[in-house]
């Protein structure tokens, strides 16, 4: 079963993406999202082969953000793509049946899509507003994730939902009742200075009501 964690990265040069993923890998994150936008694909592809050897290192399971063609040229494990990117079926034939592919969402609607198209998880949001992401797609707040999640229910879809968006450690107790999987964060690892406290908290209401 998948981590209930993602760390998604953040940082405007190679050197302080690669930084801030290797102190959230030192903090204990076993699953990397790599999301540099707006680079050359020589910069890229630079920061996914070293993020790629660093996962490694570190036993964590490596996606990229919207790259199929990265993910495939680096062999990661996956690859985390919205609704504006390449489409799952597109993008499942290229990387074959092994490779995780995420998916976004922001309505139940979306979710039947995207699992139909054969995604292995749903990135649900955003939660809350956050300054992480431009062009924010409708809030869904808490009301929102129940809901959405009470029709998965009932329409019997069985998928991991991470909740995404603006989400901090107070958040994820109301998040878990919802019956989401596990949540996608960026902002408050990335600006924490006591990153292994935060992803020890992070996890124990993650998983506390797991038997291990
Ligand atoms: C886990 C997860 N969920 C949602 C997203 C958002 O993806 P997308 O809508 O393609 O937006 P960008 O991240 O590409 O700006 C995500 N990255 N991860
Ligand atoms: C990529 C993305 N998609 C929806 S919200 C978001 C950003 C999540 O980052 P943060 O945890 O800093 O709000
Ligand atoms: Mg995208």
Redesign the pocket.
């Known amino acids: 079963m998948f981590n209930k964690l ?1 760390y ?1 990265s953040q940082g405007e040069t190679n050197e302080k993406q690669l930084q801030n993923i290797h102190q959230a890998l030192d903090a204990g994150c076993n699953w990397i ?1 790599m ?1 540099f ?1 707006n680079q050359t694909s020589e910069k890229r592809f630079a920061l996914a082969e070293a993020v790629k050897n660093l996962c490694e290192e570190y036993l964590a399971t490596f996606i990229v ?2 790259d199929v063609l990265l993910t495939q040229k680096i062999a990661a494990d996956g690859v ?4 504006t ?1 390449m489409s799952i079926s597109g993008a499942r034939a290229i990387l074959g049946e092994k490779k995780i592919i ?1 998916a ?1 969402a922001n309505t139940f609607e979306d979710i039947l899509l995207q699992t139909k198209n054969g995604c292995d998880y749903i ?1 649900l ?1 955003p939660f809350q507003f956050t300054e992480t ?1 431009e062009k924010l797609s409708p809030i869904l707040g808490t009301e929102g994730y129940a809901s959405i999640l009470n029709k998965m229910k009932t329409e019997n879809i069985s998928i991991p939902v ?1 909740a ?1 968006g603006g989400i901090t450690l107070e958040n994820i107790e109301n998040l878990i009742k919802t019956g989401v999987h596990g949540i ?1 964060v960026s902002g408050i690892i990335t600006k924490s200075p006591e990153k292994e406290k935060l992803v020890q908290q992070l996890n124990d209401k993650l998983y506390a009501n797991v038997i291990l």
Do not use: F, P, S
């Open positions: 993602q998604i999202q999301r936008k953000n919207d985390h793509l919205g609704l990117d995420g976004t990135g949001g992401k991470y995404i996608a």
